[in-house]
Protein backbone atom coordinates (compact mmCIF):
# COMPACT_ATOMS: atom_id res chain seq x y z
CA UNK A 1 0.00 0.00 0.00
CA UNK A 2 2.99 2.05 -0.05
CA UNK A 3 4.81 4.20 2.78
CA UNK A 4 3.42 7.74 2.45
CA UNK A 5 0.71 9.81 4.20
CA UNK A 6 -1.71 8.31 3.21
CA UNK A 7 -0.66 4.83 3.61
CA UNK A 8 -3.44 1.65 4.31
CA UNK A 9 -6.17 4.41 3.45
CA UNK A 10 -8.39 4.05 0.94
CA UNK A 11 -9.96 6.33 -1.32
CA UNK A 12 -12.77 6.71 -3.72
CA UNK A 13 -12.91 9.13 -6.81
CA UNK A 14 -16.00 9.63 -9.03
CA UNK A 15 -15.09 10.90 -12.00
CA UNK A 16 -11.77 9.52 -12.11
CA UNK A 17 -11.39 9.45 -15.81
CA UNK A 18 -11.21 12.98 -16.70
CA UNK A 19 -7.76 14.75 -16.20
CA UNK A 20 -8.36 16.00 -12.77
CA UNK A 21 -9.32 12.39 -11.84
CA UNK A 22 -5.94 11.17 -13.48
CA UNK A 23 -4.16 13.64 -11.55
CA UNK A 24 -6.24 12.96 -8.36
CA UNK A 25 -5.69 9.64 -8.87
CA UNK A 26 -1.79 9.60 -9.13
CA UNK A 27 -1.58 11.67 -6.36
CA UNK A 28 -3.46 9.98 -3.81
CA UNK A 29 -1.69 6.51 -4.67
CA UNK A 30 1.54 8.56 -4.57
CA UNK A 31 1.01 8.85 -1.04
CA UNK A 32 0.66 5.73 -0.14
CA UNK A 33 -3.45 5.56 -0.68
CA UNK A 34 -5.36 2.43 -1.57
CA UNK A 35 -7.27 4.36 -4.98
CA UNK A 36 -10.77 2.91 -6.43
CA UNK A 37 -11.81 4.82 -9.19
CA UNK A 38 -15.17 5.11 -10.95
CA UNK A 39 -16.30 6.83 -14.17
CA UNK A 40 -19.25 6.28 -16.77
CA UNK A 41 -16.64 5.76 -19.46
CA UNK A 42 -14.77 2.54 -19.19
CA UNK A 43 -12.16 3.04 -21.86
CA UNK A 44 -10.74 6.67 -20.25
CA UNK A 45 -11.28 5.02 -16.62
CA UNK A 46 -8.96 2.18 -17.63
CA UNK A 47 -6.52 4.51 -19.24
CA UNK A 48 -6.64 6.75 -16.28
CA UNK A 49 -5.96 3.63 -13.56
CA UNK A 50 -3.63 2.65 -15.88
CA UNK A 51 -1.54 5.78 -15.48
CA UNK A 52 -1.82 6.26 -11.96
CA UNK A 53 -0.73 2.67 -11.53
CA UNK A 54 2.01 3.05 -13.49
CA UNK A 55 3.20 6.79 -12.40
CA UNK A 56 3.13 5.73 -8.51
CA UNK A 57 5.06 2.49 -9.17
CA UNK A 58 2.60 -0.24 -8.90
CA UNK A 59 0.49 1.34 -6.24
CA UNK A 60 -3.40 -0.29 -5.67
CA UNK A 61 -4.86 1.63 -8.26
CA UNK A 62 -8.44 0.12 -9.44
CA UNK A 63 -11.58 1.20 -11.36
CA UNK A 64 -14.91 -0.01 -12.76
CA UNK A 65 -17.89 2.03 -14.20
CA UNK A 66 -20.59 2.62 -12.02
CA UNK A 67 -23.97 4.53 -13.07
CA UNK A 68 -23.53 7.20 -10.07
CA UNK A 69 -26.95 8.36 -11.29
CA UNK A 70 -28.76 5.50 -10.25
CA UNK A 71 -28.31 5.33 -6.29
CA UNK A 72 -28.86 1.26 -6.22
CA UNK A 73 -25.92 1.32 -8.24
CA UNK A 74 -23.99 3.79 -6.27
CA UNK A 75 -24.61 1.90 -2.92
CA UNK A 76 -23.23 -1.33 -4.48
CA UNK A 77 -20.22 0.26 -5.30
CA UNK A 78 -20.34 1.89 -1.90
CA UNK A 79 -20.48 -2.15 -0.49
CA UNK A 80 -18.32 -3.58 -2.66
CA UNK A 81 -15.44 -0.76 -1.92
CA UNK A 82 -15.50 -2.02 1.44
CA UNK A 83 -15.80 -5.62 1.22
CA UNK A 84 -12.79 -5.99 -1.21
CA UNK A 85 -10.56 -3.73 0.99
CA UNK A 86 -11.96 -3.73 4.66
CA UNK A 87 -12.35 0.46 4.78
CA UNK A 88 -13.68 3.26 2.97
CA UNK A 89 -11.89 6.48 4.07
CA UNK A 90 -12.57 9.53 1.80
CA UNK A 91 -14.42 9.95 -1.50
CA UNK A 92 -13.31 12.88 -3.86
CA UNK A 93 -16.15 13.78 -5.91
CA UNK A 94 -14.69 14.90 -9.38
CA UNK A 95 -18.18 14.50 -11.84
CA UNK A 96 -18.14 17.43 -13.61
CA UNK A 97 -19.89 19.46 -16.58
CA UNK A 98 -20.71 22.41 -18.17
CA UNK A 99 -23.46 24.39 -19.57
CA UNK A 100 -24.10 28.43 -20.27
CA UNK A 101 -25.63 31.00 -22.22
CA UNK A 102 -24.80 34.49 -24.01
CA UNK A 103 -27.75 36.04 -21.76
CA UNK A 104 -29.67 35.32 -18.53
CA UNK A 105 -33.11 35.13 -20.41
CA UNK A 106 -31.46 32.57 -23.14
CA UNK A 107 -31.21 30.11 -20.77
CA UNK A 108 -31.97 26.88 -21.38
CA UNK A 109 -33.86 24.69 -18.42
CA UNK A 110 -32.50 21.99 -20.73
CA UNK A 111 -29.12 22.74 -19.14
CA UNK A 112 -30.48 22.69 -15.46
CA UNK A 113 -31.77 19.35 -16.19
CA UNK A 114 -28.78 18.06 -17.40
CA UNK A 115 -26.50 19.66 -14.39
CA UNK A 116 -28.64 19.01 -11.91
CA UNK A 117 -28.49 15.21 -12.46
CA UNK A 118 -24.11 15.29 -12.90
CA UNK A 119 -23.80 17.79 -10.32
CA UNK A 120 -26.10 17.54 -7.95
CA UNK A 121 -27.40 13.92 -8.16
CA UNK A 122 -24.31 12.32 -7.90
CA UNK A 123 -23.30 14.43 -4.85
CA UNK A 124 -26.63 13.19 -2.93
CA UNK A 125 -25.75 9.51 -3.80
CA UNK A 126 -22.16 9.42 -3.47
CA UNK A 127 -22.99 11.16 -0.03
CA UNK A 128 -25.82 8.57 0.99
CA UNK A 129 -23.75 5.48 -0.26
CA UNK A 130 -20.58 6.23 1.31
CA UNK A 131 -21.87 7.88 4.87
CA UNK A 132 -21.82 5.09 6.75
CA UNK A 133 -18.38 3.91 5.97
CA UNK A 134 -16.57 7.00 5.96
CA UNK A 135 -17.87 7.60 9.46
CA UNK A 136 -17.00 3.94 10.54
CA UNK A 137 -13.45 6.13 9.33
CA UNK A 138 -11.17 7.27 11.94
CA UNK A 139 -10.02 9.93 8.59
CA UNK A 140 -13.19 10.00 6.72
CA UNK A 141 -13.51 12.58 4.21
CA UNK A 142 -15.79 13.67 1.34
CA UNK A 143 -14.51 16.27 -0.55
CA UNK A 144 -15.93 18.18 -2.97
CA UNK A 145 -14.66 20.07 -5.95
CA UNK A 146 -17.16 23.20 -6.11
CA UNK A 147 -16.73 26.93 -8.56
CA UNK A 148 -16.36 29.86 -7.54
CA UNK A 149 -19.39 31.00 -9.39
CA UNK A 150 -21.89 29.35 -6.97
CA UNK A 151 -21.02 32.40 -4.73
CA UNK A 152 -20.70 34.66 -7.52
CA UNK A 153 -22.97 33.58 -10.29
CA UNK A 154 -23.06 35.27 -13.42
CA UNK A 155 -26.02 36.16 -15.28
CA UNK A 156 -25.01 33.12 -18.38
CA UNK A 157 -24.02 31.01 -15.87
CA UNK A 158 -27.53 30.68 -13.65
CA UNK A 159 -27.69 27.10 -14.20
CA UNK A 160 -24.13 25.59 -13.69
CA UNK A 161 -23.94 28.23 -10.73
CA UNK A 162 -27.38 26.99 -9.21
CA UNK A 163 -26.16 23.13 -9.54
CA UNK A 164 -22.99 23.61 -7.94
CA UNK A 165 -24.70 26.14 -4.99
CA UNK A 166 -27.14 23.39 -4.29
CA UNK A 167 -24.30 20.53 -4.60
CA UNK A 168 -22.74 22.73 -1.97
CA UNK A 169 -25.44 22.82 0.53
CA UNK A 170 -25.88 19.50 0.08
CA UNK A 171 -22.15 18.70 0.84
CA UNK A 172 -22.51 21.04 4.08
CA UNK A 173 -25.04 19.53 5.25
CA UNK A 174 -23.23 15.91 5.34
CA UNK A 175 -20.58 18.02 7.40
CA UNK A 176 -23.63 19.11 9.73
CA UNK A 177 -24.04 14.96 10.04
CA UNK A 178 -20.80 14.42 10.84
CA UNK A 179 -20.82 17.04 13.47
CA UNK A 180 -23.32 15.67 15.31
CA UNK A 181 -22.12 11.55 14.86
CA UNK A 182 -19.15 12.87 16.82
CA UNK A 183 -20.46 14.65 19.83
CA UNK A 184 -18.92 16.57 22.09
CA UNK A 185 -15.47 15.06 21.12
CA UNK A 186 -16.02 16.40 17.95
CA UNK A 187 -16.15 14.81 14.35
CA UNK A 188 -14.03 12.08 12.99
CA UNK A 189 -14.71 12.66 9.59
CA UNK A 190 -15.15 15.24 7.43
CA UNK A 191 -16.81 16.74 4.64
CA UNK A 192 -14.88 19.82 2.60
CA UNK A 193 -15.19 21.85 -0.37
CA UNK A 194 -12.64 22.98 -2.47
CA UNK A 195 -13.39 25.90 -4.51
CA UNK A 196 -12.06 26.56 -7.87
CA UNK A 197 -12.44 29.63 -10.47
CA UNK A 198 -11.85 27.09 -13.37
CA UNK A 199 -9.41 24.07 -14.14
CA UNK A 200 -6.78 23.90 -16.63
CA UNK A 201 -4.86 21.07 -17.57
CA UNK A 202 -1.73 20.25 -19.98
CA UNK A 203 -3.96 19.47 -23.06
CA UNK A 204 -5.66 22.83 -22.61
CA UNK A 205 -2.51 24.78 -22.11
CA UNK A 206 -0.99 22.81 -25.72
CA UNK A 207 -4.05 23.55 -27.51
CA UNK A 208 -4.04 27.53 -26.56
CA UNK A 209 -0.02 28.22 -26.00
CA UNK A 210 -1.16 31.73 -25.92
CA UNK A 211 -3.69 31.83 -23.11
CA UNK A 212 -2.96 32.89 -19.88
CA UNK A 213 -5.90 31.22 -17.63
CA UNK A 214 -5.84 33.90 -15.10
CA UNK A 215 -7.12 32.48 -11.80
CA UNK A 216 -7.74 28.31 -13.08
CA UNK A 217 -6.10 26.03 -11.00
CA UNK A 218 -4.14 23.43 -12.39
CA UNK A 219 -5.36 19.65 -12.06
CA UNK A 220 -1.81 18.79 -10.10
CA UNK A 221 -2.79 21.58 -7.95
CA UNK A 222 -6.05 20.42 -7.57
CA UNK A 223 -4.76 16.74 -6.54
CA UNK A 224 -2.30 18.32 -4.43
CA UNK A 225 -5.22 20.06 -2.36
CA UNK A 226 -6.76 17.16 -2.02
CA UNK A 227 -4.63 14.34 -0.38
CA UNK A 228 -4.40 17.99 1.94
CA UNK A 229 -7.68 17.66 3.41
CA UNK A 230 -6.21 14.36 5.34
CA UNK A 231 -3.13 16.48 6.74
CA UNK A 232 -5.93 19.26 8.95
CA UNK A 233 -7.95 17.38 11.65
CA UNK A 234 -11.33 16.68 10.75
CA UNK A 235 -12.50 19.55 13.02
CA UNK A 236 -10.95 22.11 11.03
CA UNK A 237 -11.94 20.91 7.54
CA UNK A 238 -15.80 19.97 8.51
CA UNK A 239 -17.97 22.03 6.75
CA UNK A 240 -15.39 24.48 5.22
CA UNK A 241 -14.88 26.18 1.94
CA UNK A 242 -11.58 25.61 1.17
CA UNK A 243 -10.33 28.25 -1.79
CA UNK A 244 -7.82 27.76 -4.06
CA UNK A 245 -8.64 30.71 -6.34
CA UNK A 246 -9.46 34.56 -5.13
CA UNK A 247 -12.65 34.80 -3.37
CA UNK A 248 -15.41 36.52 -5.44
Request: charged share 40%.
Given at each position: MGNGALSGAVIAVAGAGGPAGRAALLRLAEAGAVVVGADNDPERLAEAVDAARYGAGGATVTGEPVDL???NST??????VEKDFG???GVVHLVGGWRGSETFIKTSLDDWDFLELLLVKTVQHTSLAFFEGLQRSEIGRYVLISAAGASNPSAGNAAYAAAKAAAEAWTLALADAF?????AAGPTSAAAILVVKALV???MRADRPNAK???FTDVKD???AIAGVWEKPAP???GQRLWLTEKP
Open positions: LDLRDWARRRIDRKAGGHEAFAGLAEEVN
